[in-house]
């Protein structure tokens, strides 16, 4: 997903939290009867869950739609919520099997059925949208409903299927409300999550109320919530300051984000270890100026991680060599053990061996207002630059024409952020470097895909390191992708609001339920 989080002292906190009674983190005083007031530079790309595969997207469905499985608190195994119980069937990995909780009802009245649930997961796959989640569902084959059980017959064995089902992938949908082949339109969206969506203005706020009627995994909903959207980190940052936010996360400006004091006593401060990364991709196939393997590791050998990181992000974020960032099981060092410190005189061996005209020109394409987005491509053109080697047209693109200038293949190089969608290595894999990749740079290797394909073996998650390393070996190879970046996680809320900490937390899961005013 495109961009987690406290790490010792939440996992503290949760398991306090837990010992007093389920997922109820704070008290919440919702006799006030006041909005907290959320405020993001995320993007909705659509409310249906079959056209969106993005931070700013999945974070509304975690709170408005329920998937069968979710993540609990700081949790590295899914948890049931929408469904009763879930397992493998057979030692195979091949056949999943759910069973639906009793009394679950959209908003309409009408009673979710595994009917609803086979028709979500189908619908997914059918409609296929270029910015939508289908490519997670890679290795499901088919999908069968009786009564409240739901079937998955999977393709090849895939431990890590329970994962993508808690994701928004998996958000169901009542099959009476949103069309079998296309993308429903409009302001509206019909889930069984703990919040009702009871208005949206597309680019400009999301209105939440807690569902009555909700059953599932969170035992606690605070107060009605309101997100705010800001088209980048300077609006946020004014409304913050202007007290129009009661909570202000991803992202505020760089500066402000070196700036911030926990002691501050009108505010509060919460900095954790993220694990959302950004890459730079590139345009592989045939034709593009970017296609030669050696051009690429060119760039590898130029792109100054350090320097980035601090004209740029102000230290708030953290220099990145691996695919799989620091924390997650599987992580490597693999740029830096093949390109350590920036090397010119590398560079340009490398682009004598491959016969190429200097400098070498190519389009860099990025999201205007997401981040410091304008910033960093002025960084990286001026490190490419700077040996003469290259010559970087850049160019910027409103969010949902840049998701479709990367997924049509139009771009020769571009930088995303990407948030796991789970808690597991494997998010980093397939949808980043696997062949049909959803970063659609027409990367393809047999190696990179079986060796994807082989961690999948593995019910034990740390038993699939080697697999991983493989993977991030091969990468650093071929260079389809450089990692940038590592994020820290960066949450700011009001002195009254309280459950800032649990909002984000490195399970991919937006916790509006955990806000409370204190």
Not at 79 to 93: I, K, T
Not at 155 to 181: C, E, L, M
Not at 188 to 209: H, S, V
Not at 271 to 292: Q, V, W
């Amino acid at each position: 997903m495109r961009s987690v989080r406290m790490r010792i002292l939440a996992a503290l906190l949760v398991l306090a939290a837990a010992a007093v009674g389920g997922w109820q983190l704070l008290p919440s005083k919702n006799g006030t009867g006041r909005t907290i007031r959320v405020g993001t530079t995320d993007a909705v790309t659509s409310l249906d869950p079959a056209g969106a595969y993005d931070a700013g997207s999945w974070a509304l469905f975690n709170n408005v739609f329920q998937s069968l499985l979710t993540f609990g608190p700081g949790g590295a195994q899914p948890v049931p919520d929408a469904a009763q119980s879930c397992r493998f069937v057979g030692s195979d990995l091949r056949t999943y099997r759910c069973v639906l909780r009793e009394g679950l009802t959209f908003p309409s009245g009408r009673a979710m059925t595994a009917e609803d649930v086979k028709y979500s997961f189908d619908r997914v796959k059918r409609i296929k949208s270029e910015v939508g989640p289908a490519a997670l569902l890679d290795t499901l084959a088919s999908v069968d409903a009786d009564g409240r059980t739901v079937t998955f017959h999977l393709s090849s064995p895939d431990a890590t299927f329970p994962f993508k089902v808690a994701t928004g992938a998996g958000a169901i949908v009542d099959h009476t409300k949103y069309p079998a082949g296309s993308l429903r339109t409009g302001n509206t969206a019909d889930g069984t999550g703990p919040y009702l969506l009871t208005a949206y203005t597309k680019g400009k706020k999301a209105a939440l109320a807690p569902n009555p009627h909700y059953k599932g995994a969170v035992h606690h909903t605070g107060p009605s919530v309101e997100l705010r959207y800001y088209a980048n980190p300077g609006a946020l940052d004014s409304a913050w300051k202007a007290k129009r936010l009661d909570v202000a996360t991803r992202q505020l400006p760089p500066k402000v984000l070196a700036d911030l004091n926990p002691s501050d006593p009108n505010e509060r401060v919460f900095e954790a270890d993220g694990s959302e990364t950004r890459n730079l991709y590139f345009d592989t196939r045939a034709g593009s100026p970017l296609h030669d393997t050696k051009v690429r590791q060119a760039m590898a050998w130029l792109i100054n991680r350090p320097e980035l990181v601090d004209t740029v992000y102000d230290g708030t974020v953290d220099p990145l060599y691996s695919l799989i960032p620091t924390g997650i099981t599987g992580h490597t060092t693999s740029f830096f053990d093949d390109y350590g410190q920036p090397s010119p005189g590398n560079a340009r061996k490398l682009l004598t061996e491959a016969g190429v005209k200097l400098p070498v020109r190519f389009t860099y394409g990025y999201a205007i207002g997401r981040g410091s987005g304008a910033e960093e491509a002025a960084e990286i053109k001026r490190e490419l630059e700077a040996t003469g080697l290259f010559k970087v047209t850049v160019k910027g693109y409103e969010w949902t024409d840049f998701q479709k200038q990367w997924t049509s293949g139009r771009l020769d190089a571009y930088a995303v952020g990407w948030v796991p969608d789970y808690p597991d290595a494997d998010t980093f894999g397939a949808p980043l470097v696997g062949t049909g990749a959803t970063m659609n740079t027409g990367y393809s290797s047999k190696t990179v895909d079986r060796f994807i394909k082989d961690s999948r073996r593995y019910a034990d998650r740390s038993e699939a390191g080697e697999d991983f390393r493989e993977v991030q070996e091969t990468i650093a190879r071929d260079v389809p992708v450089i990692p940038l970046w590592q994020a820290k996680e960066y949450v700011v809320t009001s002195e009254d609001v309280g459950g800032g900490q649990y909002l984000t937390d490195g399970t991919g899961i937006f916790r509006l339920s955990s806000l409370s005013w204190i």
